[in-house]
């Protein structure tokens, strides 16, 4: 009884290659494990590309998340104080 659930265990492992030059296949290769308490840093964009990019190629969802995505990093406080320059440059005119 031991003897065939070791069978059965050996059956299901993959196994050892022929050679250690013997290249793995591409299903095979082990991940590489990624750090998810990284938050994902934007860099500017130079003002030359924007100038040429066709905005009107973008849909709606798409600007939608851009969007809430600047705003997600965006400090609390530097949206407050930008919100209450336009609120004062309203009332001035």
């Known amino acids: 009884m031991e003897e065939q659930r070791r069978l059965v265990v050996l059956e299901r492992k993959r196994p050892y290659p022929a050679s250690p ?12 494990r990624l750090d998810h308490d990284q938050t994902p840093t934007f860099r500017p964009v130079g003002s030359e590309i924007l100038a040429n990019f066709d ?7 798409a600007v939608t998340d851009i969007i809430v995505g600047s705003l997600k990093i965006l400090p609390e406080a530097t949206l407050n104080s930008a919100i209450e320059v336009i609120r004062f440059n309203n009332a001035a005119s």
Not at 21 to 32: F, H, L, Q, T, Y
């Open 55 to 61: 905005f009107s190629s973008l849909t709606t969802a």
């Open 21 to 32: 030059d013997e290249i793995v296949p591409s299903g095979d290769a082990k991940r590489m």
